[in-house]
């Protein structure tokens, strides 16, 4: 499964506009190669390097199996925004308080059409237990 995205390159520096000191706009995702009895897919954005723990960014469920790309600042219809780790259900972007931080934007390829009762503590769990592939792409953003 591949991860692609035309907003940034892999393990390359996200522009400002997708982060806290531009217009916070989720960026362009695209995604393929994916196992064709996929019936719905997952995303997930976080950044391993926030203090003391994982800060989740973004968190996507029940994105129907027919859509392989996400338009930048955009929600695929029909998909569930789970309040992240900024207390809202949008894109927050990539907002470290110091030094350069990755954010591993994921794509899982699910065997169920649809996900209930998810929440940011139960996504991973959740995801993975109906995850049958996935595919990451990673970039990196300091301030200033």
């Not at 719905?40 to 723990?53: E, Y």
Request: proline share 7%; hydrophobic share 35%; aromatic share 10%.
């Amino acid at each position: 499964m591949k991860l692609e995205s035309k907003s940034f390159p892999k393990e390359g520096m996200i522009p400002r506009l997708y982060t806290c000191d531009g217009d916070d706009c989720s960026p362009h995702l695209i995604w393929s190669e994916f196992p064709e009895d996929s019936k719905s897919f997952a995303l997930s954005v976080i950044d391993p390097d926030a203090p003391g723990r994982d800060f989740i960014h973004w968190l996507i469920i029940n994105i129907s199996a027919g859509v392989t790309e996400i338009a930048e600042g955009e929600v695929p219809e029909g998909a569930e925004e789970i309040v992240n780790d900024f207390g809202m259900k949008e894109y927050g972007g990539p907002c470290p308080p110091a030094g350069i931080h990755r954010y591993f934007f994921t794509i899982y390829a699910l065997d169920t059409e649809k996900l209930s009762s998810i929440d940011k503590r139960n996504f991973l769990d959740e995801v993975k237990k109906h995850t049958i592939d996935s595919a990451q792409l990673m970039g990196r953003y300091t301030r200033g």
